[in-house]
């Protein structure tokens, strides 16, 4: 029998070593599971990276929404301000309308009664003058004297 240098059981234990060293197989596994994490960080910082620009569009368009909106509450306070002075000019366009043809159709009947009043009026100044022509008599006293 020959012997070699190593004894038979370090030659197992040299074996063992060797049948049991898996570093490749971990080494292949952690690589694996680095790719595989590398990966799934890679997604999830797409996806952040999509989400942030949702959230920046939305806030955009909420922003000019917001603004939008301004523009109709103002422009409808403007609509309902110049409504009111619209409305105030076409009552007073026709109160100025509707009096103008009342005094049409009233006028005749207007210079009937102030010729009737005129008529009165006229008609009791001549019975003060005569009123006062009867007391006084025709040689009146001057007021004036020279």
Request: glycine share 2%; with cysteine.
């Amino acid at each position: 029998m020959s012997q070699s240098s190593t004894p038979p059981r370090a030659v197992n234990s040299i074996m063992k070593y060797l049948l049991s060293d898996n570093t490749i197989d971990r080494a292949t596994a952690n690589k694996t599971r680095h790719e595989r994490m590398f990966n799934l960080v890679s997604k999830k910082e797409r996806s952040l990276y999509s989400q942030r620009n949702v959230r920046n569009i939305t806030q955009r368009r909420r922003e000019i929404q917001e603004n939008w909106e301004e523009i109709i509450h103002s422009e409808l306070n403007r609509y309902q301000v110049k409504k009111v002075t619209c409305d105030k000019a076409a009552l007073k366009i026709q109160k100025i309308v509707r009096g103008f043809l009342v005094r049409v159709k009233i006028e005749p009947q207007l210079l009937v009664i102030r010729e009737r009043n005129s008529g009165n009026i006229i008609k009791d100044l001549r019975e003060q003058t005569d009123v006062c022509m009867l007391s006084l008599g025709t040689a009146t006293i001057p007021v004036i004297v020279k």
